[in-house]
């Protein structure tokens, strides 16, 4: 009886063996909840959602564009998307001498990044840095991830795909190459550059004599590794070029496009960050780590393909089966597969679709903000005690009944109550539960509007739906049992007696298990942080290439402090 009591929620919770597609069901839903829901297992609180689902990657990337947080954790991008850089943008270019650039080169976003390049003919002479602003909007594909990371384990797929028409991991510092390819294959596209991430943001601009403003500045050198001011000259490079170690250019960290894994560690003279000479770029792509992320670059969301849309791309669903996020890549992808994607790249960047006008990143992060804190002050108050008598228990469980409360509160329908003759059933539940899922989609899915979503809306829409009722599932489950257990014994009183000491206890357990089944399955970013949070003196730093520091694991590297100014006390 006592699994009873609980909902039989946890224990028996059903898996769909089928693959859950990725095109948006238009459902008409009717204005008013169907408090009978006679929907079969839609709304059922035990039926969780198929293990090959990607709807929750497909909501977690596109909340994480042109974010430097999450794209360095999951450097292994999965999106195409159309943008603009809009007129007015102003961006750099490092160089050994004053000349525009007459081949595609590589832009940074910010000057930090970009001076790290910027060289000078003779020790002595400064080093050149083009400023360039752009005159009419620059059209551009971001592919998301750090695609500028030159790593044989993932992060270039998505761009190789256009540029050899295949993934080819052997490949992963022929940047020269690449760029190349990418502008050729761009040539007979509405297309300028591409926009990629490593330590900051960067563009890889195809033409320099069209829609960009090109004027040289002579710059002071800083000394570099004792060499004197900027060290020797060198051939051109940008932000993201080859720049291969030479006998000819200034001594690099070794190794440092040649690693395929984070395993360089991180040069801090006198624990200050500002020390190595990527310091700079590691500091300005830190601005740009949460959301909005990088304005500059302006994505059309309405453009977007994903290489999580199984109905796309079915052959990456077994290649991806098992396997934790951070492992995700496109080796694998089937011919077919890979010429169906570059088609629909190639058909979406010449069209001007204005879609539904529906404000998707906002609505996305709506989302995370009304759910993130309170699901991760649950898992704290589950996990910062270690109650040791009943009374302990009790008030725990109460705790975390009422956080589960506030996030429930407005989808209780006044006629949800649960039936004393049926204690193990939680059908009386699911309205309340569908009312919560939909809440933010039904609207859209009831409405003309559907009318007017296009595939990459729809996509979205799907990834929204089933976060959103992956949510409400166990939220809802959770809620319920601590209905069943006693916890609001206004709302309801269990018909039977039970020991309270081993209630609570499995109660708890199961909330635990459950709370950190949802988080990780969602795995937001915002949850991804330095704990205890670091300093005004340091910065929370996530390794990223080429560098890592403070990490145990460098196939899955973790955030930690760095020191970003030398100590004002002189301590290390």
């Not at 609980?6 to 089928?18: N, Y």
């Not at 340091?538 to 890592?548: A, D, Q, R, S």
């Amino acid at each position: 009886m006592l699994k009873e009591i609980l909902g039989l929620f946890f224990t028996f919770t059903l898996l769909e063996a089928a693959q859950i597609p990725l095109e948006a069901q238009y459902h008409r839903h009717p204005t008013i909840v169907n408090l009978d829901n006679d929907s079969g297992d839609d709304w059922n609180i035990n039926v969780a959602p198929s293990q090959n689902a990607t709807g929750h990657l497909v909501f977690e990337t596109v909340n994480s564009f042109l974010q430097h947080w999450p794209n360095t954790r999951y450097r292994n991008g999965h999106s195409v998307v159309p943008g603009l850089i809009p007129a007015g943008t102003v961006l750099y270019h490092g160089r050994g001498d004053a000349n525009t650039p007459i081949v595609p080169e590589w832009l940074a976003t910010d000057p930090e990044h970009s001076y790290h390049f910027c060289r000078g003919q003779t020790a002595d002479s400064g080093c050149w840095q083009l400023v360039i602003t752009v005159l009419r909007p620059l059209k551009v594909l971001y592919f998301d991830g750090s695609a500028a990371a030159k790593m044989r384990d993932g992060s270039m797929d998505s761009q190789d795909i256009l540029a050899y028409g295949k993934v080819v991991p052997e490949k992963f510092f022929s940047e020269r190459e690449r760029i190349r390819n990418l502008c050729e294959w761009a040539r007979n596209l509405d297309v300028d550059g591409f926009v990629r991430m490593e330590m900051d943001f960067e563009i890889m601009l195809c033409d320099f004599s069209q829609g960009v403003f090109v004027e040289p500045f002579n710059l002071r050198a800083r000394p570099r590794n004792g060499r004197g001011p900027g060290g020797p000259g060198r051939p051109p490079g940008g932000p993201g070029g080859p720049h291969r170690p030479s006998d000819k250019t200034f001594p690099l960290p070794s190794n440092l496009h040649y690693e395929n894994s984070y395993t360089q560690s991180l040069n801090v003279n006198s624990s200050a960050l500002p020390s190595s000479g990527l310091d700079g770029a590691i500091y300005s792509g830190s601005w740009h780590r949460y959301y909005p992320g990088d304005t500059r670059i302006q994505l059309d969301l309405t453009r977007l393909v994903s290489f999580y849309d199984t109905e796309l791309v079915p052959s990456l669903v077994t290649e991806r089966y098992g396997k934790e996020r951070i492992k995700h890549r496109l080796l694998g992808i089937s011919s077919e597969d890979l010429q169906t994607v570059v088609r629909k790249i190639e058909e979406l960047t010449a069209v001007s679709d204005l879609g539904s006008g529906i404000d998707w990143a906002t609505l996305l992060r709506l989302i995370v903000k009304r759910y993130s804190e309170r699901l991760e002050m649950v898992q704290y108050i589950l996990n910062s005690s270690n109650p040791n008598s009943v009374s302990e228990n009790k008030a725990l469980a109460e705790n975390v009944q009422i956080n589960l409360i506030a996030m429930l509160q407005p989808y209780m329908l006044y006629i949800i109550k649960p039936s004393p003759d049926l204690p193990a059933s939680t059908k009386w539940v699911s309205p309340m539960y569908e009312l919560c899922a939909t809440t933010y989609t039904k609207y859209i899915v009831t409405s003309s509007l559907h009318l007017r979503l296009t595939g990459s809306e729809s996509l979205i829409l799907n990834g929204i739906q089933e976060t959103t009722k992956e949510i409400c599932r166990v939220v809802t489950g959770m809620w319920v049992d601590g209905v069943m257990a006693g916890l609001e014994p206004d709302f309801y009183q269990p018909s039977e007696e039970v020991d309270d000491a081993v209630h609570l206890e499995l109660l708890i357990q199961s909330w635990k298990e459950r709370i950190f089944g949802l988080m990780k399955w969602l795995d937001w970013s915002v949850w991804l942080k330095c704990r205890p949070a670091c300093g005004f003196e340091e910065m929370c730093y996530l390794p990223t290439w080429p560098f890592i520091r403070g990490s145990d694991d460098s196939d899955d590297p973790q955030p930690s402090c760095v020191r970003r100014m030398a100590s004002l006390d002189g301590q290390n």
